[in-house]
DNA sequence: TCAGTTATGTTACAACATAACAAAAAAGGA
DNA sequence: TCCTTTTTTGTTATGTTGTAACATAACTGA
């Protein structure tokens, strides 16, 4: 029943995502959708050149890393993957369904198994960093973060 | 006069370069030198192979991109340089001359000139970051941050 | 000197990303 | 509907970043 209750999950995302394009008013294509489904079926971050393989093993059609790019560009631009620039790899929000506004998602990398976890840091945190780093003069555009470390599991398989 | 400062800053960089691995016992032999004395006199972030470019203007011989990356990597270990993973760049330690032991560095990355700030953060605000992320059991390796945005330059020129 | 170690060079290739242009599909109005 | 325009996707070629494998050179310490 595992299998059923992710494949619902990923629909109901699925379709949230669909609702957030058309309020947004650009194009969910079949492509990009079926590419996120099957970024979302991943638990690991993924490679444009490893979803172009995952994507033709899940829908039976091979697909251009070129057009993945693209692809990725755009769901990347609403939000719905994201784009960690230290590992080269996606990931899809673990907010899609969520009703609040998309927070500036803060990821933890582990350097061993590249699981990545998306969580949630304390605002006052964020600001008390973000306003230390603006009163140099610096303007910062973004405050996602991606931090590198260990999972607790390879954490605790490498003590032993 | 200005070329000559420098120059003469440089050099007394090097003086604590070559100190600082006498103490730790490792060879910063001619090559590595070289290396880093070009990476300093460099304002921007560069890649291996922009340094292996620069190498060789700067010394008159070329160098492999292979050997580039390995004193990168050596130089990267006693802390004189520090790679931007989410770039793909070097950047020259801004304190090897500190006689205070090296703090986790902290870089603001300007997108648009791509300049890049060494700078400090407050440690109780990095402490606080830091017990929020391990108390969802990850371990974090380090915690040097690569913060993202438009240095007051560039920021200036975009708003004109 | 000579063996053992460390550093550097050489070649080949893997992995990641984009430029330039062509074809197909969708949107929108006459 | 038909035609035009825009957006999306495909194709080909190439640029960029990084490493594996193995050879040679330089240094170190008996
Ligand atoms: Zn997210
Ligand atoms: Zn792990
Ligand atoms: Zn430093
Ligand atoms: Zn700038």
Redesign the interface.
Known sequence: MARASRRATVDSILASAERACATAGVRLTAKRRALLATLLQQSQAMSAYELAEQYRQDHGESIPTMSVYRMLDFLAEQNLVHKL???NKYIACAHISCSHRHETP?F?I??DCHSV?E?E??AE??D??GQ??EA????????Q????????HC?KRAAS
């Open positions: 620039g230290a590992i803060q933890l582990c350097d976890s969580v840091v304390e945190t964020l008390t960093l230390g780093v140099t003069g610096f303007h910062l555009r973004s405050r973060l991606e931090l590198h470390g260990l999972c607790d954490y």
